[in-house]
Each structure stands twice: as C-alpha cells, then as structure tokens.
C-alpha cells in the first residue's frame, strides 16, 4: 500500500474510516469461510471482485442487454486511475470471494426453488430472461451462469462485512435485488442483498441488525422486499427510488417499501437529484442510527439506457453517489456497502468508475478522485489504505438484471 493520498480530494478524506468497527473483525472472520479462502488483511481494500463474476456462454450471454463483462473493465478502469494496483488475482488490492455454496442460499431460498433452478434449463432461461438457455444443458447452466452469480452471492456476503470491520465496500458486481426466497427475474437467481444482511446479523451476534438499503437502480427491488415482508423484518429499511413504469411492476412487494420515489420515465438530473435529497432525509428521520448502509447503485438511470429508461446524466451518477455517500459517512455516520446493480449501456462501466473515483477519493482517501463531474478522464493520482479502521481502507452497479 502507497503512504497518505494526496489527491483525496474533498472534505471527507479518509472519513468512511471513522465509521468502522475493527474490533468485530475477529468475530466476523470466523463466519465467512465459505465465502473467502482467508480473511482480507491489512493489505488489501474492502474492494471485492472475481473474474468469475463475468459470464462468457459462447456468446449467448450477449443476446440480453446486460453487459455481462461490465465488472472486469469496472476493475481494469479503476486500475487506470490508479484506485487499485493489480487486478488483485492471488493476494493483490481487491478481495477475491469464493462461490457461495447452496447451505448459504438455504438461508433465504426454498430448497424447491434452488432445486428448479440446478434440474431445469428452461427455469434458468426464465430467470435470467434469456430464451435460448432453456435448449442448453442444466448442467452447463450450472456452471457457466449459476455458479457466477452465487460469486456475486458471496462477494456481496463479504463485502457487508468487510463494510463493518473498515467502514466501506465494494462489491464490484451484486445487487440482485429481482430474487427473493421462492423465485428470480431480471437475471437476478438469488437474493444476495438479504442473504448478506441475515449472515451480517448473525456474525456480528447482533452487533449490527439495522439495515438501511438506499435501492437506485432504476428498476424496483422487488426481491429484496419481498423477502422483508416474508421475514418481517422491521429492521431493514428500504429506500427505493424507481421507473415506475418499467418492470417489474409488482404491486405486492412495494408494501415492503418504507421511502418509495417513483418516477416517471425521462426523468433528469435535477428532479431526479432533488427526489433523492427528499427520501433521504425521510429516511434519517424514520430510520435513525442505521448500523449499515447499502447503496444499490444500478447505472440503468443514464440517459439512453434501454431498459431503465430515465434521463440522468454521467454527471448525475456521480453527483448522485457522492450524495449518498456522504448520507451515510457524514450524517448517519455509518458504514455502507456499494453494490453495482443494473446499467444497459456499453457507458455503464466508465460512469462507474467515475463515480467510484469520486467517492473513494472524496471519503476513503484513494486516488485523485473523478472530480465529481462524470468526466471520463482517467486521472491517475496517489494511492492510500486510509479507507479502512481494521487495516485498509470504494461504491456502485452490475449484476442485478433488469433492475
């Protein structure tokens, strides 16, 4: 790790630190071994990712919008800017999580529908809206698009508990936030956001218990409600900020919503950014003293993106993760964990890493920061491990389908 960053840029610094908790990394770390070879140490960032996050099927993963090698030019960008070192493969910067096996998933999904999905080709094709899987083998299904997704399951398991013990993180990929206990849609199979938040809990022996999720990817979570409801979870809080007139239109899961922003299509930067300045501070009044944080930071709001459908601005993607960084780090002074989410557009990785650059710069002291403009620079800059209370010191979108 480099000495102190001088371009941290901003007032934060290496604020995101102040909100950690490394004495429960002990105690976190013995409950995540199947989700990591060995606990992250000093000299590694609360940055998690896994070549195996990106799905290659012969080409047919190309038939869907998603981008489904988003994450690995995520990574190589905020190598370019000098945020991370290597590409962390073999005790590098990042954190490499394993797959998360199927006693994990047991925790939030029906064994009937785990089930469905390892036997039948065409429920996979289902879920992952993409009809041509269904001619495909189960077997090949398994491996070449399931078991990259229970990778996200586990990096983001990993990365809200890394988020506790440094005081952010990143799980370059994740945000499930269509799966939930007894199905999946919008190539979203499992519901990873509310299996990390059950672990979290348990690990930290109650420790942390009170969520807050900040959803904005522009589709609604419907999953991740749907499985609060099911679990009546008091203590998890949803804001969801979405289309509300794209999928998935579920009527049902919006009761498992406590701040709901739903927004016409088209919608720019200066409604879309005064709407969330509002549900935030809704937020902070109704749900006071969060012990977490998760940002879900779907790209899907650019402008032009096909299935989200709203107008924001590069700019406003960063200027809009700023924001809820700073929610979290300097008002209810918590940690917060950053998961991709969704984003359609082959523009998507770079605002990523603009808008990461700008927070880690900003608020964990990494890099020169993106300048909280969008621009698509790669400025390089010195690097530092100030992010982190427990040793090092990250956020936003990818793997959450259409949401």
Sequence with gaps: MAAAASGAGGA???AAAGNASPALGPRLAGHYGDCVAAWPGAGQLPIVYSEAYNISLFGVEKLHPFDAAKFRRVVDGLAARGVISDRGRGGGDLVEPLEAPEAALLDVHTPGYLGR??????KVAEVM???PLAVLPAGTL?????APMRTHVAGTMLAAALAVERGWAVNVGGGLHHGHAED???WCPYDD???AVRRLRRASGGAVARVLLVDLDAHQGNGVQRDKLRFSDRDLFVVDAFNGAVFPLDGAAKAGIDVKVELPPGTRDGDYLSRLDAALDEAARAFPSPQLVVFNAGTDILEGDPLGKLAVSPAGVVERDLRVWGFAVERVRAPILVLLSGGYTRASAGVIVDALGACLARFAGLGAGGGGGGGGGSGSGSRSGGGG????GSGGGGGGGAG
Aim: glycine share 26%.
């Design 142 to 146: 398994d491996k070449k698009v399931l």
């Design 389 to 392: 209370g427990g040793g090092s």
């Design 184 to 186: 999946g849609s919008g």
């Design 129 to 131: 809206e993409l009809a």
């Design 117 to 122: 999905l390892k036997s039948s080709s065409r």
């Design 193 to 195: 956001i509310y299996l």
């Design 12 to 14: 934060g610094g290496a």
